[in-house]
């Protein structure tokens, strides 16, 4: 059984199409992360779970039920808006209780469980309060409170983090990976931060223009992204995708640049799909972070390129080098001192390189 | 020697420009009371001409100060005279214009306001059309529906009554009622909509617990200008009643252009006040929020 199934789903505002046949699943105790830039859909897809906007096709089960014409109070489901929307004339208590006030619930029922939760998010002293009377992150935890009181079976977030200061931001992230460590509920978690949905999903579906690219842990995510929008959207700076193409010869796949005699070769590279490789068009992707100044595996790929600019950020500084006129980021300690304008011996890790191919933009 | 010399010149600049300031503000105040003269003047020459007799409004001038607290003119204006027919009092139509305005500014609020709600939260396929053909209704002028009204009054059995004017007043009070709650509620996050729906409660138990709770600053706003408008309307009064179901301001006309006797000033003066004392106290009273209401519309949740 699956706690959420979405089949086949599609939606459209007009003629905008905003979501195009998305197939989604998650298992009971999940923390699902949609990621996506703005515009993506991600939104919309929480709001159809939610029930709050209607589906043009397709379905959605809520433990194998169809809810898809199912009113939002009777989903099942609880959700923690952007902007919170506490209620503005309720206290901390009413805006509490207000859903399982409407559902008919017994006043011990609703003692119990407000004394319960308000303990244990540390809202137990605001109760008597105005939501304009709180902090950011105090309404924030009441959010998270009046959505935990109803005991549903899926948590929704809509980038509940997005309002908040940075330093907050990352305390309340902290909060929340910690709740469902304790409670195990399902969730989905919708946000544009990528640091954000590393640090909490345990999958993470990357949206663009209304279409799930990848549905993955996000160790699979960062480490295998399949296809180049993926790649290029997870980390900071984005993976360095180098224009060229494949060689096989009798020693093995190799891939090279126009311009330059390198040759680079792909040893140990899981292809998915291993016929026709031979001068075939591809991005070969590597992150700045995986680019060495020394020497660390047995395997790293050694290669001269010309130092162009240098940005420093406290910690780390990124580096720009010139690979026959293609630009390729390098992250390295601050403390290594490298000259502009002057080739570099760098290493290359080749176990953390990705291939795509230059035409379909997917992984191969 | 040349740091003295800047400094004593420094001296006559600050002089100079104390001087200027000081004749600029006297300047302004100068203008400020000239134009509050000018608009407290009126109410000046009603109220002390209210207060004579009619032996010193003959006598007098139009400026000068009542021989004493008279306020004979007043009660005639309020109760009358006390003899039978054609003796013309403002009470009765007082108490008309309030069994007209006090419905009329609730139904016509309400009904903004619910309107209001659904133009913003709960929106659907062409609800900018409806909301532009309101707005419409804000720019016909009234004499253009004067015929058509008078005819939908009757079909509906209820000219010249009170209940007439009510539906009349609550019906061209809708598109601006509805113009200031769409604003309004325009500001209000629509995720209060979504998490109500969620926590279970319905169109109207959202409208009543989430929504009209926080609407304070515009329904004032939105009472002041329907009250105010109701209050002071004569077209409608005058068209669409007479005789005893007249309100107030009809009733003003009719004691004030009554040719039967000699003009009465000191007591058409008091009618007048009389009139337009209640849309006074309105303001005094709410006009605080009246500007709070219009300058401010978020809600910070």
């Known amino acids: 059984m699956k706690t959420l199934k979405i089949e086949e789903l599609s939606k459209n505002f007009g003629s905008t199409e905003v979501l195009r046949k998305i197939n989604l699943e998650i298992d009971e105790g999940n923390f699902l992360v949609l990621l996506g830039p703005s515009g993506c859909g991600k939104s919309t897809l929480l709001n159809i779970i939610a029930g709050l906007e209607t589906i043009n096709e397709g379905n959605v089960f809520i433990d194998d039920y169809n809810v898809s014409k199912v009113e939002p109070k009777d989903r099942n489901i609880a959700m923690v808006f952007q902007s919170y929307a506490l209620y503005p004339s309720m206290n901390v208590r009413e805006n509490m209780i207000f859903g399982l006030k409407q559902a008919k619930t017994s006043k011990e029922k609703i003692e119990e469980q407000l004394e319960k939760v308000s303990k244990f998010l540390q809202v137990d002293q605001l109760l008597e309060r105005k939501p304009s009377q709180l902090s950011g992150g105090q309404r924030q935890r009441v959010a998270i409170g009046r959505a935990l009181v109803r005991e549903p079976r899926i948590f929704l977030f809509d980038e509940p983090l997005s309002n908040l200061d940075a330093k907050l931001r990352v305390e309340m992230r902290r909060e929340i990976k910690k709740l469902h460590q304790q409670l195990k509920t399902t969730v989905v978690y919708v946000t544009h931060d990528q640091t954000e949905a590393m640090s909490l999903g345990t999958r993470i579906a990357i949206m663009n223009h209304g279409v799930i690219q990848q549905n993955d842990t996000p160790e699979n995510i960062y480490n295998k992204p399949s296809n180049t929008f993926v790649a290029d959207f997870i980390g900071s700076p984005s993976m360095n995708l180098i224009k060229g193409s494949l060689k096989e010869s009798s020693g093995g796949i190799s891939f090279s640049v126009s311009g330059s005699n390198v040759e680079i070769p792909i040893k140990d590279y899981e292809f998915i799909d291993k016929s026709n490789l031979n001068n075939k068009e591809v991005f070969f992707g590597i992150r700045p972070e995986h680019i060495y100044f020394k020497k660390s595996n047995e395997s790293d790929f050694e290669i001269n390129l010309r130092a162009d600019l240098s940005e420093y950020i406290g910690h780390e500084q990124i580096m720009t080098f010139d690979y026959a006129n293609q630009e390729i980021l390098a992250k390295f300690p601050s403390t290594i001192k490298i000259e502009l304008a002057k080739e570099t011996k760098l290493y290359f890790d080749l176990t953390q390189t990705s291939l795509f191919d230059a035409q379909t933009e997917e992984r191969i | ?301």
């Open chain 2, 1 to 301: 020697m040349q740091d003295s010399l800047k400094s004593s010149s420094y001296q006559q600049l600050e002089q100079k420009s104390k001087y200027t300031n000081m004749f600029l503000r006297w300047f302004l105040y100068f203008i400020l009371i000239l134009f509050a003269s000018y608009f407290i003047f009126p109410l000046y020459v009603m109220v002390v001409t209210s207060l004579k007799t009619m032996e010193e409004i003959r006598q007098g001038t139009l400026l000068s100060w009542p021989s004493g607290l008279n306020l004979e003119s007043w009660a005639v204006a309020w109760g009358g005279r006390g003899y039978g027919a054609g003796d013309t009092f403002l009470r009765p139509y007082f108490w008309n214009s309030i069994k007209m305005v006090v419905p009329a500014v609730f139904f016509s609020t309400f009904i903004g306001a619910m309107t209001g709600y659904v133009l913003t939260k709960w929106r659907f396929k062409g609800d900018q059309w409806v909301f532009l053909f309101l707005l419409f209704g804000c720019f016909i002028p009234f004499q253009a529906i004067l015929l058509p009204m008078a005819r939908t009054l009757g079909v509906l059995g209820v000219s010249n009554s009170v209940v007439g004017l009510v539906l009349v007043h609550t019906v061209y009070g809708i598109p601006f009622t509805t113009l200031f709650f769409r604003n309004y509620y325009v500001s209000v996050p629509t995720e209060l909509v979504k998490a109500a729906r969620i926590d279970g409660a319905g169109f109207f138990k959202i409208f009543f617990k989430i929504l009209l709770p926080i609407s304070a600053p515009i329904i004032v706003v939105t009472v002041i200008w329907q009250f105010t408008q109701i209050w002071n309307d004569f077209l409608f009064g005058s068209t669409f009643s007479f005789g005893e179901a007249a309100p107030i301001q009809v009733a003003l006309n009719n004691m004030v252009l009554s040719s039967t006797s000699v003009k009465e000033y000191n007591v058409d003066m008091a009618s007048a006040i009389i009139a337009g004392i209640p849309t006074l106290i309105v303001y005094v009273l709410a006009g605080k929020y009246f500007i709070r209401g219009l300058t401010s519309g978020a809600v910070k949740g």
